[in-house]
């Protein structure tokens, strides 16, 4: 059996596999754009990366193929029907890819997406693992709707097919290696295990036991939340191929106080990536609060256009690399720097600063409409009773919720970050009386002792 590494993006809820293939050479699945951490496991394993594999147009990441093929010389095997504009080795269900001692045939599994390929990898013909990509997750299967709307409908039951037709075929010990996983928009997959098997999935899949293909349908697009706006640009820009990054892309150049108050004076977008209680505290009116996390990509991808220039303000110890790495790896390459010396460089010159209040969850007894901006499947678990309930993403842009009268707001998500992005955005708009919950509705509900509304 190959030695198999995931390498997890925690935030995006993917997994890309770096693959063993015996002979000191490798092969990775489903890289993400930045290619340093499959190049210095291959380092590390005295690996050289000689093939990146891709299942399909990506619609929430930009893919890293196009990367390691530049720095590693490496190979890029892709459905035929992607059309990617760069180089690479197009394969049809039923062909093979000799590795050098195993061979890798692809499998189309339409579904997820029109030109879905997964990949079962053999030894002498004896299926060693499956790379299902979002054909099968764990629990589910990954939606069907981010093509277009036309064919949500018909890639649903492309999907079912490909289980119940090729999938399915495969041996019950059969090790599934997905590249969606839990914190995916892509799914809901089900608990905290990213990879399974056959068999499991056969006994433990909620989609695998719907009675046919209409039930199967029809369980699957009732399972589908939001996803974010950028999901629907990716795709055609993994198509062509994303930019190669080139040396010195996690550089955040420095900016003055007067680079950065020109910036805003032309219409341009601070973004606040310190922590909830420095916002809190002070900050530059305008600005975007998103805190630096693992979660930040998304949240940059729900409510900022990547066209936007991007300006930042960072605290002094946290990670520019990473913040760059989250922004890069959905696409958004407009970042013209940081204000240097951040908020205190600011305060230093005397320049206007506004305050958010944070609050306990027990001192919620204060007047006024408390907004939850949690997504819907969270919702339905509990919230505060009497609370307007509207999806942090459905706030992006100019979309504010009609239902929310003037006055006094407190916004709560599940511990603050959301909350406090909202609340950055209602200010933007002209909001005044606003409060953010530190904590969420169980935090409230163990502090006073009250039932939560279930819905």
Known sequence: MPTIHPV???????????????DGRALVVDPARDPTPYLELARWRRLRIAYAVETHLHADFLTGSRELAAADGAQVLAPRTSRLGFSHRG??????ADLGGLTLRALATPGHAPEHVSYLLADDGRPQALFSG??????????TDLASPELTEPLARAAYRSLHQRLLSLPDDLGVYPTHGTGSFCATPAGD????????????????????ED???????????????????????NRVGPDLLGRDWRVLPLLSTDRVRAHLAGGGLLVDARPVEAFAAGHIPGALSIA?????ASWLGWLVDDTQPLVFVLDEDQDRGELVRQCRTIGYDHLIGELAGGMAAWQ??????AQLPLIQAERLDQPGVVLDVRQASEITDGHLPGAVTVE??????????????????TVMCAHGERAMTAASLLERAGHKDLRVVHGGPEDWQRATGKALTRS
């Not at 394969?91 to 093979?96: S, Y």
């Not at 295990?193 to 046919?212: K, P, S, V, W, Y």
């Not at 039930?215 to 950028?230: N, R, S």
């Open 8 to 22: 997890v993006d925690e935030g995006l809820g993917n997994s890309a596999y770096v693959v063993e293939l015996g």
């Open 91 to 96: 394969l049809e269900g039923g062909e093979e």
């Open 134 to 143: 979002g054909a099968l997750l764990v629990g589910t299967v990954a939606r």
């Open 193 to 212: 295990q990213r990879t399974t098997t056959i068999g499991a999935e056969r006994r433990h899949n909620r989609l695998l036991a719907a009675a046919d």
């Open 215 to 237: 039930a199967f349908v029809a369980q699957l697009l009732a399972g589908f939340g939001g996803f974010p706006p950028y999901f629907l640009r990716l795709r055609d820009r």
């Open 292 to 296: 630096l996390r693992p979660q930040l």
């Open 348 to 353: 230093d010159a005397h320049l206007p600063e």
């Open 392 to 409: 942090l993403g459905a706030l992006g842009g100019d979309r504010l919720p009609a239902q929310l009268p003037q006055g006094p707001v």
